[in-house]
């Protein structure tokens, strides 16, 4: 399992921001540091750079980002690159793919619980996600921060010491 300190989920809407959002440009990432106007795209371009945090994963992420985009109208082909390009980005930030057990009861949506069932799985030190009935419940139990993407960037950008745009 990654280090506890290190791993951090993306909610499923995080990926779909990067990828279809407003203001994306995917699949072009900018440097790090980031300084895009799609947060969400900018918390991918942290997690390829596999400096600061290891990106973990679920199949249920990934079948719901496949289902999203191709219910947004993206061929099956372009679905399958941005999937892969995905997996490509979790592989070189050091993260993995974890299909975790049912342990997480405390949300009203069921998707959001299966978010925070891999977060418990890996140990994350935070969930990044757009989803307001999850970052009301930040921190979670107390203990796990639920940011949104631009406060995740700009917490990541500022342990750099890194300007952050406002």
Same mark, same amino acid.
């Given at each position: 399992?990654?280090?506890?300190?290190?791993?951090?989920?993306?909610? !499923?809407?995080?990926?779909?921001?990067?990828?279809?959002?407003?203001?994306?440009?995917?699949?072009?990432?900018?440097?790090? $540091?980031?300084?895009?106007?799609?947060?969400?795209?900018?918390?991918?371009?942290?997690?390829?750079?596999?400096?600061?945090?290891?990106?973990?994963?679920? $199949?249920?992420?990934?079948?719901?980002?496949?289902?999203?985009?191709?219910?947004?109208?993206?061929?099956?082909?372009?679905?399958?690159?941005?999937?892969?390009? !995905?997996?490509?980005? !979790?592989?070189?930030?050091?993260?993995?793919?974890?299909?975790?057990?049912?342990?997480?009861?405390?949300?009203?949506?069921?998707?959001?619980?299966?978010?925070?069932?891999?977060?418990?799985?890996? @140990?994350?030190?935070?969930?990044?996600?757009?989803?307001?009935?999850?970052?009301?419940?930040?921190?979670?139990?107390?203990?796990?921060?639920?940011?949104?993407?631009?406060?995740?960037?700009?917490? !990541?950008? @500022?342990?750099? @010491? @890194?300007?952050?745009?406002?």
């Amino acid at each position: 399992m990654p280090d506890s300190v290190t791993c951090v989920v993306f909610d !499923i809407n995080v990926y779909i921001n990067a990828i279809i959002g407003p203001d994306s440009e995917w699949p072009r990432l900018d440097q790090v $540091p980031p300084s895009s106007s799609n947060a969400a795209a900018d918390c991918l371009s942290l997690a390829f750079d596999a400096d600061a945090f290891r990106l973990c994963a679920s $199949p249920h992420i990934l079948v719901n980002v496949t289902r999203v985009l191709r219910g947004a109208g993206l061929s099956d082909g372009v679905t399958t690159e941005w999937l892969d390009a !995905i997996i490509d980005i !979790i592989e070189a930030s050091g993260g993995m793919i974890v299909d975790p057990d049912r342990t997480v009861f405390d949300v009203a949506d069921f998707e959001d619980n299966l978010i925070l069932d891999l977060a418990v799985a890996v @140990g994350a030190a935070l969930v990044v996600s757009e989803d307001a009935d999850l970052t009301q419940l930040s921190p979670w139990q107390s203990t796990l921060p639920i940011l949104r993407p631009r406060e995740f960037v700009a917490r !990541i950008i @500022g342990a750099r @010491g @890194g300007f952050v745009r406002p």
